[in-house]
């Protein structure tokens, strides 16, 4: 549930679009590989979490041949509008600003909370507050008039409430929430959950409406038979979110 702040339409200009509407040999899924639960590099230097399991399945369903492929969480909309992979499947929640550049399935995750971690609960949450550079949630820590602290990946914002350059970290409740769990008490969840996005979906180039549809249909089956809720609950634990 990630959320990427896009600064312009242009990127929806670039060339590139070679693969736009072709996927007949392979689909390069495309993914940051660094928030987990969502996605992650396992001990093996594979990609792995929620998304590695139910892209392998979508792309079953879907019939699709599919190899993953990992990008950095603020060129990750460029490099799929300019062809360096097919989908976006990076905990990606769907907004206005995206789809004036890209595409998106249905959410395969429902619309979920984000949340504040600091040090205490009383971490005061409009002083500076640390968040992933070009997400939602640094969009909304700006509009709230708290000081904004941008890091490139998520562990870095983390890692600045642990070390004091931050009072508190605001992004996805599912990946806070077992990092909290997690810091024997060095870390306190805050009590001021926020609502953002529309759920989380594929990123596709705006031309691929045929693979787009392939997805749809797959994510529709999931939905259907449960499969996907009981992937969410595998994933994200029996307090999740589903359909």
């Not at 990750?76 to 976006?88: A, K, M, Q």
């Amino acid at each position: 549930m990630k959320k990427l702040i896009l600064s312009t339409a242009a990127l929806a200009l670039t060339a590139g679009m070679a693969l736009a509407g072709s996927h007949a040999t392979t689909v390069r899924m495309g993914t940051e590989g660094a928030y987990p639960p969502y996605n992650f590099i396992n001990d093996n230097g594979e990609v792995d979490g929620f998304e590695r399991e139910l892209g392998d399945e979508l792309c079953k369903r879907a019939e699709l041949t599919c190899e993953w492929v990992t990008n950095e969480w603020d060129s990750i909309i460029p490099n799929l509008v300019s062809g360096n992979y097919d989908t976006i499947i990076a905990g990606m929640s769907i907004t206005d600003e995206r789809e004036e550049v890209i595409d998106f399935t249905q959410n395969y995750i429902p619309p979920a909370s984000s949340a504040y971690v600091g040090l205490s609960a009383d971490a005061d949450i409009t002083g500076v507050i640390a968040a992933q550079t070009a997400t939602i949630q640094a969009g909304y820590v700006a509009e709230t008039g708290a000081t904004l602290l941008e890091f490139a990946t998520p562990d870095e914002t983390v890692a600045a409430v642990r070390n004091g350059e931050a009072d508190a970290v605001f992004a996805d409740k599912d990946f806070l929430a077992p990092i909290a769990a997690e810091s024997g008490g060095e870390l306190v969840m805050l009590d001021a959950d926020v609502q953002l996005g529309g759920g989380v979906g594929l990123g596709l180039r705006e031309s691929d409406t045929e693979l787009k549809a392939k997805f749809d249909t797959a994510i529709t089956s999931m939905k259907a038979d449960g499969t996907l809720n009981t992937m969410i609950l595998k994933w994200f634990g029996a307090d999740a979110a589903t359909y």
